[in-house]
Every structure is written in C-alpha cells, then in structure tokens.
C-alpha cells in the first residue's frame, strides 16, 4: 500500500482547519499542542524549547485547548478518540470541560 504523505498531512493552523470541516471527519486525533503550559516552565527545562509558542499567556493558552477539544468532539467519528499531550496543572480543568462537551 502506498500512502501519499502529500495528502496526509496539513499544514497551517490546526484549529482553523478543523472549523472548517463540517462533521466527523477523523478516526482519531494524536497531538502535541503547545497549549496549556508556561513557557517559563518550558524554557527551565529545556533551553529554547518556547520558540514557537504562540499563546500570550496561560489563559490565553487554555482557551485554545477548549476550543481544540471541542472541535475534535466534533469532527472525529464515532468509537475514534483524541490524545493529546498538556500540563499536568490543568488536568482538573481540561477533564471537567471534556466532560461537558
């Protein structure tokens, strides 16, 4: 089986392309947003691993993971399933708002 890797992937922002679907789209989603964390906290551990954060600041950055659950409720297919990587910090919040949608 040959997978075209050109159709495969996309490349933009991820939360736009998933406004734009309409339904269920994807079997699953895995992904590691940079939502949800400190680039403080990032660049203590790692030097330069903020570069290419975009979030100004956490509550800016949580919203993004809402909006990023709630899309992927909305465009994955039944049985299919989101992973994603956050901090733990927000584990509480981000379970509860799953919960809800």
């Known amino acids: 089986m040959i997978i075209p890797l050109t ?9 736009e392309f998933m406004k734009s679907l309409e339904g269920p789209t994807f079997d699953h989603i895995v992904t590691d947003p940079d939502y949800g964390i400190s680039v ?16 100004v600041d956490i509550d800016h950055s949580l919203e993004s993971v809402f909006d990023l659950i709630s899309h ?16 733990l910090d927000h584990h509480e919040k981000l379970h509860q708002y799953a919960d809800q949608t």
Do not use: P, T, W
């Open 7 to 15: 159709q495969a992937f996309k490349c933009g922002d991820s939360l």
């Open 40 to 55: 403080e906290r990032l660049e203590a551990g790692v030097l330069g691993a903020g570069d290419g954060v975009s979030h």
């Open 72 to 87: 992927a409720f909305r465009i994955i297919k039944d049985q299919g399933f989101l992973v994603m990587f956050y901090d």
